[in-house]
Nanobody
C-alpha cells in the first residue's frame, strides 16, 4: 500500500510561484511512476506532469510546459512540482498520483491508470 501526502498549496497572485511536494510512504518512491493531476470545479481531472521511476522521463500538459517542472528526490521519497508564472486558470485542486507499472507516456497520461492518490492540495491564483 502506498500513501501520498501533498503539501505546498495556497493563494498566490498571478505571475507568482509555488512549489508542491508529495511525500511517498509505504513503498520506496523508486518503485512508482509519479504524477500531478489537477481538477478545477466543474472540470475533468487533467494531467499536469508525470515523471518516471528514475526521473529519466517527464511529460507535461501543453498548458504548463515551460512554466512547471516536476522532479523527484528518491532519497527523500518525495516528488515536487515547481510552478512558476502562475495564471488564474491554474487554480485547481492538485493531486499527487502513483503507479507501480513500467513508465509509458500514453498509459501514464490517463488518470484512470493510477492506483494511488493523495487527498489533494488547493492552489488558488488571483488576478
Amino acid at each position: 500500500q502506498v500513501q501520498l501526502v501533498e503539501s505546498g498549496g495556497g493563494l498566490v497572485q498571478a505571475g507568482g510561484s509555488l512549489r508542491l511536494s508529495c511525500a511517498v510512504s509505504g513503498r520506496t518512491s523508486t518503485s512508482v511512476v509519479m504524477a500531478w493531476f489537477r481538477q478545477a470545479p466543474g472540470k475533468e481531472r487533467e494531467l499536469v506532469a508525470v515523471i518516471s521511476k528514475t526521473g529519466a522521463y517527464t511529460n507535461y500538459a501543453q498548458s504548463v510546459k515551460d512554466r512547471f517542472t516536476i522532479s523527484r528526490d528518491n532519497a527523500k521519497n518525495t516528488v515536487y512540482l515547481q510552478m512558476n508564472t502562475l495564471k488564474p486558470e491554474d487554480t485547481a485542486v492538485y493531486l499527487c498520483a502513483a503507479d507501480g507499472r513500467s513508465y509509458s507516456r500514453s498509459f501514464h497520461s490517463r488518470s484512470q491508470n493510477y492506483i494511488y492518490w493523495g487527498q489533494g492540495t488547493q492552489v488558488t491564483v488571483s488576478s
